[in-house]
Antibody, heavy 116, light 111 residues
Framework: EVQLLESGGGSVQPGGSLRLSCAAS????????MSWVRQGPGKGLEWVSA????????YYADSVKGRFTISRDNSKKTLYLHMNSLRAEDTAVYYC?????????WGQGTLVTVSS | QPVLTQSSSASASLGSSVKVTCTLS???????IAWHQQQPGKAPRYLMK???????NKGSGVPDRFSGSSSGADRYLTISNLQSEDEADYYC?????????FGGGTKLTVL
């Protein structure tokens, strides 16, 4: 059974930093491209970032480019999202997702609140 | 990059069928998309990948009531024999070389 389990969310002040983690199991993590997707309060889904299976290629939405960094540790089957210079508009539930490939999977999400 | 357009809402009666539409922007009509379902208060769930030919590949455990089809730049999700648990937001998604894009979502109400 595929499982994606996010952690690391919480409350942070504007300008602060946070690191999200996503522990994966049930599939060949090292050969799977992975994404982070977020959903602001009452809003739709917004793709944030993606990384290739090897970690050699990374991609970002314009809204987070230069502030967020995606990375992975294939030995730990874990995906990360390092978030810096956080803004109020980054407040959202952040989902880890395997969207590429033959089929897709989503995690349960972790809430990030940016507020003073 | 591609843009996906969805109607904001749809409704249909219990036991009937409904077709949800996702339209690809000009120049992107051949793109493959994916459909995702998000029930109230829950994480999204992958439903299927849908090609421009109309061929689709559903995720594990997705009921037979869910099917996909295509016509030009339009991609459709059809739900037959609507159940109360089908009341949800439905999002289409596609991707380019270095980006992924979601449609705005369609809120489906089961009457």
């Amino acid at each position: 059974e595929v499982q994606l389990l996010e952690s690391g969310g919480g409350s942070v002040q504007p300008g602060g930093s946070l690191r999200l983690s996503c522990a994966a199991s049930g599939f060949t993590f090292s050969s799977s491209a992975m994404s982070w997707v977020r959903q602001g309060p009452g809003k739709g889904l917004e793709w944030v970032s993606a990384i290739s299976g090897s970690g050699g290629s990374t991609y970002y939405a314009d809204s987070v480019k230069g502030r967020f960094t995606i990375s992975r540790d294939n030995s730990k089957k874990t995906l990360y999202l390092h978030m810096n210079s956080l803004r109020a508009e980054d407040t959202a539930v952040y989902y880890c997702a395997k969207l590429a490939g033959a089929t897709g999977y989503w995690g349960q999400g972790t809430l990030v609140t940016v507020s003073s | 990059q591609p843009v996906l357009t969805q109607s904001s809402s749809a409704s249909a009666s219990l036991g009937s069928s409904v077709k949800v539409t996702c339209t690809l922007s000009s120049g992107h009509s051949s793109y493959i998309i994916a459909w995702h379902q998000q029930q109230p208060g829950k994480a999204p769930r992958y439903l299927m990948k849908l090609e421009g030919s109309g061929s689709y590949n559903k995720g594990s455990g997705v009921p037979d009531r869910f099917s996909g089809s295509s016509s030009g730049a339009d991609r459709y999700l059809t739900i037959s024999n609507l159940q109360s648990e089908d009341e949800a937001d439905y999002y289409c998604e596609t991707w380019d070389s270095n980006t992924r894009v979601f449609g705005g979502g369609t809120k489906l109400t089961v009457l």
